[in-house]
């Protein structure tokens, strides 16, 4: 079963930065999709940002120019760059991802998604 596994959650300052982390394990053939949706109280889970298989990238709205989405050099590594934030970016952050995975009868579609991580952006 693939497992998405997020960390560098925490707590900073309004301004500041964190770079959050998700590898994912699992009989992963390829993937198809990395990337982070978020939910604050209160409020539906949004898309973050996500890299697609080929090198392209999307972004929410609210996180263009601010926040980055890279793939790391591990197997099926993603990385979320945030810098100048913003206490509107407190939420739970959850890595997500699709892809092809090796079972006994062979290969099928997956989507996982990870436990989550806290951020919070507070003086």
């Known amino acids: 079963q693939v497992q998405p596994v997020e960390s560098g959650g925490g707590l900073v300052q309004p301004g500041g930065s964190l770079r959050l982390s998700c590898t994912a394990s699992g009989n992963i053939l390829r993937f198809n999709v990395m990337g982070w949706y978020r939910q604050a109280p209160g409020k539906e889970r949004e898309l973050v940002a996500a890299?697609?298989?080929?090198?392209?990238?999307n972004y929410g709205d609210d996180v263009k120019d601010r926040f980055t989405i890279t793939e790391g050099s591990a197997k099926n590594t993603v990385y979320l760059h945030m810098n100048f934030l913003k206490p509107e970016d407190t939420a739970v952050y959850y890595c997500?991802?699709?892809?092809?995975?090796?079972?006994?009868?062979?290969?099928?579609?997956?989507?996982?998604w990870g436990q989550g991580t806290q951020v919070t952006v507070s003086s």
């Open positions: 890299f697609s298989r080929g090198g392209s990238t």
């Open positions: 997500y991802i699709s892809g092809t995975e090796v079972v006994d009868s062979g290969q099928q579609h997956f989507t996982s």
